[in-house]
């Protein structure tokens, strides 16, 4: 059974920094399409950083810059690093996962999701 373990989030001022981390079990992280989404109030839940099998990276334009996706796969752990964080970016924050696909990753829906973590930066 596939679970997804975010970790990491909390409240912060604006221009802060926080990073999400999230261990996934009975998932290889190898080779597969990972991916951060956001759940912002009163908007849709949006994809926010990718990375696929090979290691590449993208990401929305409203992170672009900012916010970093990475993967350690020895430790089965996704992270997001988050800097110069702005009262925007509050929302859940969700830790994601395909089952089969490696490559396009933000072009599909994706398997697996974690709870979500709650992140909130403050004016």
């Known amino acids: 059974q596939v679970q997804l373990m975010e970790s990491g989030g909390g409240s912060v001022p604006a221009g802060g920094s926080l990073k999400l981390s999230c261990a996934a079990s009975g998932y290889s992280t190898r080779s597969r399409c990972m991916a951060w989404f956001r759940q912002v109030p009163g908007k849709l839940r949006e994809g926010i950083a990718h990375i696929d099998g090979d290691g590449i990276t993208t990401y929305a334009d409203s992170v672009k810059g900012r916010f970093t996706i990475s993967k350690d796969n020895y430790k089965k752990t996704l992270y997001l690093q988050m800097n110069s964080l702005k009262p925007e970016d509050t929302g859940v924050y969700y830790c994601?996962?395909?089952?089969?696909?490696?490559?396009?990753?933000?072009?599909?829906?994706?398997?697996?999701w974690g709870q979500g973590t709650q992140v909130t930066v403050s004016s």
């Open positions: 994601v996962a395909d089952r089969d696909r490696t490559i396009y990753c933000p072009n599909g829906l994706y398997t697996y």
